[in-house]
């Protein structure tokens, strides 16, 4: 089903120019401004409707095609008040949803936006009322000011395509791999440690043909019930090792099927630098270098590296990270820093770390391994899209 009066082709905007305020000029009287309350049961759409009074509300299962009619709907009984629809304009927050929903509307012409949660400003009363009409009438006012071009009211998230989505799900998955993995290993070290049994290792390879001649201090075998359950739980460790070995070998295999393509290329560069790992470049180019990025303070925001100061009158502190960015991207950072002062010891921003912690507290390490990790994922920003080296740092040869 296809949006009647489809909206002429909007400007694209500067990578990220466009996410505090919209660059198009607004005409109330020819748009229809929706925005949409999700859930997994229900959306409550709300809309502003040129030429209609009431505030048009509606309740619908969660069908995109529903959800259509009912714009289709509204853009009808607009044009029966006496108005020309020129634009459609449709809301609604991120979340569990994702950016599906904005592609398959943006497909039929109708112009889609996801909206940062966290920028909705929202009551600080401690117990405040909350109803889905509630949110969609926050949600409008919000995303009317956007509209409108006035900074400050909401801010928009990039919606990426599908391929880019594609491209983040080998990490992502061998992330949750990996915490399988040590879930499975403390579960069975822990029940050979009831026994008694502190020296078996289930990481190695013959691990599992051993368990069957593992005795108890007393010199007893397992008994039949804990062997069968260590067996299974090693049966299951396998499995998972295996679907991590098999992520690793695919990931190798695209680098080498396509070494010059635009995210490739940037793994394999990223890789060069000694102390950073493949694991690490594609975690860090899926997830933050290959996204457009206005400048080195977007870096560092998306990456949750920024701080978060409280100040009123003469009160001024820090609070720490303010956590707003992407968690994955900012716990690679943490532990890529730590890495980096191992490997590149005479670099610049090594030697500027160890200028300024100096007196050897354990409290300035920590507080300062954040602005290195700050300042180093600008540096590989820079280094992948500009082609910037970094001072002092030792690079492997190109292969």
């Known amino acids: 089903m296809e949006c009647r009066n489809a909206p002429a082709e909007r400007p694209r905007p500067a990578p990220g120019q466009a996410l505090s305020r919209s660059l198009v000029a607004l005409d109330q009287n020819s748009t229809i401004i929706a925005v949409i309350e999700m ?24 069908s995109p095609e529903r959800l259509l009619a009912l714009l289709h709907r509204w853009q009808d009984e607009a044009v ?24 398959w509307l943006e497909a039929r012409g109708v112009e889609a936006h996801v909206i940062h949660a966290s920028s909705v400003t929202v009551s600080r009363e401690h117990r405040r009322a909350k109803t889905d009409r509630l949110d969609t009438e926050l949600l409008k006012r919000g995303f009317l000011g956007w509209l409108r071009g006035e900074r400050g009211h909401c801010s928009m998230a990039r919606v990426p395509t599908i391929a880019e989505e594609d491209g983040k799900r080998p990490n992502r998955e061998r992330d949750c791999l990996v915490g399988e993995r040590t879930r499975i290993v403390n579960r069975i070290k822990s029940t050979l440690a009831r026994l008694g049994i502190r020296n078996f290792k289930p990481t ?3 691990a599992a043909e051993r368990l069957a001649t593992v005795h108890t201090p007393e010199g007893v075998p397992l008994p039949p019930n804990t062997l069968a359950e260590l067996q299974r739980d090693m049966a299951r460790l396998g499995f998972v090792v295996s679907q991590i070995r098999e992520i690793e070998q695919a990931r190798q295999k695209r680098l080498e099927q396509q070494p010059e393509s635009g995210p490739h290329a940037m793994v394999r560069l990223l890789a060069r630098i000694v102390g950073v790992g493949v694991e690490t470049a594609d975690l860090l180019v899926h997830e933050l270098l290959s996204r457009p990025m206005r400048d080195r303070r977007a870096v560092a925001r998306y990456a949750g590296l920024t701080g ?25 950072m943490i532990q890529l820093a730590w890495r980096f002062l191992m490997f590149q010891k005479e670099s610049a921003l090594a030697l500027w ?27 590989l920003w820079r280094f992948v899209t500009t082609g910037e080296p970094l001072e002092g740092v030792v690079l492997r040869p190109a292969s």
Do not use: H
């Open 204 to 206: 190695l390879r013959k």
């Open 80 to 103: 029966r008040a006496g108005r020309t629809i020129t634009r459609i304009a449709l809301a609604f927050e991120a979340g569990r949803d994702g950016f599906w929903l904005a592609r």
């Open 39 to 62: 859930s997994q049961s229900s959306w409550l759409v709300a809309g502003m409707l040129p030429g209609i009074e009431r505030q048009a509300r509606k309740k619908l299962d969660p």
């Open 353 to 379: 770390y160890r200028a300024r912690t100096a007196d050897s507290r354990i409290g300035t390490r920590k507080t300062m391994i954040v602005a290195l990790a700050r300042k180093l994922i600008i540096a």
């Open 308 to 332: 978060s100061p409280d100040e009123s009158g003469a009160r001024r502190r820090e609070q720490g990270l303010a956590r707003a960015g992407n968690a994955r991207v900012r716990r690679g």
